[in-house]
């Protein structure tokens, strides 16, 4: 990298005055093609530089199979879905090694026996350790495998992917599932939507496994016990990021109405908004800083806040079952602006799992009712008889409650034996 900013640099004390005259117009339009095309060559250039740096070191990268099954948990927001598996192991006294990208992740502070912990960097610094270890089953909760820059090692045998929410496995971009050999389910109707993609983009089909889920067990042991209610109503306001989500639809609107209600509404963007949509969130904050019910939350963990609220309002963002099933509250929900077609569920014929059960489970928050939200909001928090349909489809997506974690295990080991096996 240092080579190609000298390089720049050196050409740029090499220019020499021209001394000529171009009118304003054609200088704009020339000057802006110029750049253009110096921007493109720059990046391109440190692309192929972080892929030679990938070739050169990649014998230092590739790591010997003295770990027969690794787990790579690229944030520390992933704690709660790899917990209770690596706890597992641990009890187990299976020897395992886990790869964290986060300086900060809990895993590093913990002091194993049998577990090891390596913090391999974030960007190209860990996909080039990834793509070139070497192990028997590599378990990740990261979608989108062999489709970017998360490249398969050839000296890893199979990849094993784990949901890090209750998911129906079409919730991800596209592809995001496409080149994993196996895939942890949380139900068993998911089964079906994965097997049509697989059908319509002519896949090998996968090792498809319902273990539960290991995210939601751990979740449920770690609810707030001591949690202080406010006096009044509070919303949590959680939505997903992205052109389709809350936020940038309608989010000023929809604030600006929260905020001349009585209610206390706690806002909590997604983290991928504080990186994405840093400019639209600042914008937020310095828009409704003097209203002293409305309230932001940046915290890692979200479970305090959804402890605290009466009622959620989301969009397409999984938390939707997070509030529902552990805490047995309801959602309004918007999907007016769900772009379908960047996800995997755009290619299935019918809809989802999720179409079919939200208006068992609260209302939809539209353009066209948005002035009455704090209608929608009394009438949801009073209705009593809610939360019978909220435990019956709990049961259905969430399978083998408890027993996520133990089951994720069983199937690793047998598979890592099978694998051994067949030397």
């Known amino acids: 990298m240092k080579i190609i900013y000298i390089f720049v640099l050196f050409m740029f004390f090499l220019v020499k005055p021209a001394y000529a005259y171009v009118d304003p117009g054609t200088g704009t ?89 390596e913090n391999i960097g974030k960007g190209y610094k860990a996909y080039s350790k990834l793509a070139f270890m070497a192990t028997d089953v590599c378990l990740m909760t990261t979608p989108g495998l062999d489709v970017f820059h998360l490249k398969r090692s050839k000296l890893v045998k199979h990849y094993c992917h784990i949901f890090h929410c209750l998911d129906e496995g079409t919730g991800y971009r596209l592809f995001g599932l496409d080149y994993f050999d196996s895939v942890l389910l949380n139900f068993e109707k998911s089964k079906d939507y994965i097997r049509e993609l697989e059908r319509k983009r002519n896949l090998k089909p996968k090792e498809l496994v319902v273990v539960g889920s290991a995210f939601m067990d751990s979740m449920a042991k770690s609810l707030p016990k001591d949690v202080k209610k406010n006096d009044k109503t509070t919303v949590l306001l959680a939505p997903s990021w992205g052109d389709g989500a809350i936020l940038a639809n309608f989010g000023e609107k929809l604030i600006e109405r929260l905020a001349n209600t009585e209610f206390l509404t706690i806002i909590r963007p997604h983290p991928q908004s504080l990186v994405s949509e840093k400019k639209l969130i600042q914008k937020l904050q310095e828009k409704f800083s003097k209203y002293e019910n409305i309230r932001w939350d940046f915290s890692n963990e979200n479970l305090q806040a959804m402890a605290s609220a009466d009622i959620m309002i989301t969009d397409f963002s999984n938390i939707i079952y997070e509030f529902l099933f552990l805490y047995n509250k309801p959602c309004i929900y918007s999907l007016s602006s769900f772009n379908r077609e960047i996800y995997d569920l755009s290619d299935l014929d019918s809809g989802t799992y999720r179409d079919s059960i939200l208006e068992k489970l609260g209302k939809e928050l539209t353009l066209d009712n948005i002035d009455k939200v704090d209608e929608m909001i009394n009438s949801l928090v009073d209705k009593n008889d809610i939360s019978k349909d909220i435990e019956k489809i709990k049961d259905e997506i969430w399978q083998n409650q408890g027993n996520g974690a133990k089951n994720v295990v069983d199937f690793l080991v047998n598979k890592q034996k099978e694998l051994s096996n067949c030397l």
């Open 29 to 117: 339009m020339l000057f802006s093609v110029v750049l253009g095309i110096c921007s493109v060559f720059f990046f391109v250039a440190i692309s192929l530089w972080e892929k030679l740096k990938l070739y050169i070191f990649k014998d230092k990268a590739a790591v010997k199979n003295d770990f027969p099954i690794v787990i790579y948990t690229e944030d520390k927001r992933y704690y709660h879905v790899f917990n209770d598996i690596i706890n597992e192991f641990e009890n187990r006294q299976i020897l395992i090694k886990v790869y964290v990208s986060s300086d900060d992740d809990p895993f590093l502070q913990r002091d194993y026996k049998y577990v090891k912990v």
